[in-house]
């Protein structure tokens, strides 16, 4: 009679190759729950953000988020202090400059930290309720600014950028990495974030394409991580770089 079963030899060797198949995919899937996790977050942070101006709009009866009381005083101390109060989802000031806060890398995790020194110390931070970060920097009577008729040429609903914002979505907790978890935006007048590396943003900024990501966080070229933003927001929220 037949003995039906698997020597020692053969256990061994199939939970080698176990071992080795496990090894090779749940690293892969586990990176991909983290980057969906990064994408929702970010996702959610955007939406918390622009109901936040659009409830500023509708409270002041304006369409121009620039003709609020918040923008209309030329203060950056009492843009702090105001901007807080309309904030549902933001927790506190932190009284840090943004080159003393911030150790970021870019997007290629092999070259030296960011130097968030070249940065505009104009950045406000704010802490999220959710632990993440915001960094805002309101460009208080010193808007970027391109004509009613070359924002029709270009096909934009904005003529103005009113802010830089930055959002990291985890706060100091790692990656620390533009493009992971933290991500750039332009504020327009009408309250909405356009993601740096967007159609809108380099049409906006230049007339052209040659900020879009498709040249710098394409799939053979990713150079800092900055305009992975726009590869991300465009491609619904899914990080596939």
């Known amino acids: ?31 991909g729950v983290q980057q969906k996790h990064w994408a929702s977050a970010l996702s959610s942070q955007i939406t918390n953000f622009e109901n936040a101006m659009k409830d500023i ?6 369409i121009d988020i620039t003709e609020s009381s918040v923008w209309q005083q ?3 101390e009492y843009f702090k202090s105001s901007f807080l109060e309309n904030m549902t ?12 806060y911030c150790n970021y890398r870019i997007f290629n995790i092999d070259r030296e930290p960011y130097n968030s020194e070249v940065e505009n110390e104009e950045y406000i931070i704010y802490k999220l309720k959710n632990k993440g970060t915001l960094f805002i920097s309101p460009l208080l009577k010193n808007f970027i600014e391109i004509t009613e ?7 934009l609903d904005y003529s103005k950028i009113v802010g830089l914002v930055i959002i990291d979505i985890n706060g100091e907790n790692m990656p620390n990495t533009i493009g992971r978890d933290i991500f750039y935006f332009d504020l327009n007048e ?3 974030l356009k993601a740096h590396g967007s159609m809108e943003s380099s049409m906006f900024r230049s007339g052209h394409d040659d900020r879009h ?6 799939d053979d070229n990713i ?7 726009g590869r991300l927001v465009e491609n619904n929220f899914v990080m596939d770089y």
């Open 223 to 229: 150079t800092s991580g900055t305009f992975c933003t």
């Open 213 to 218: 990501w498709s040249k710098t966080c394409n």
């Open 74 to 76: 030329s203060t950056k």
């Open 149 to 155: 008729d070359e924002a029709l040429e270009r096909k």
């Open 89 to 100: 989802n933001v927790e506190a000031v932190i009284d840090k400059k943004f080159s003393e």
């Open 1 to 31: 009679m037949k003995k039906f079963g698997l020597t020692l030899a053969e256990i061994l060797v199939s939970l080698a190759i176990v071992g080795v198949v496990s090894a090779l995919t749940v690293p892969q899937l586990s990176s």
């Open 57 to 62: 709009k509708t409270k002041e009866s304006i």
């Open 190 to 192: 009408n309250g909405v």
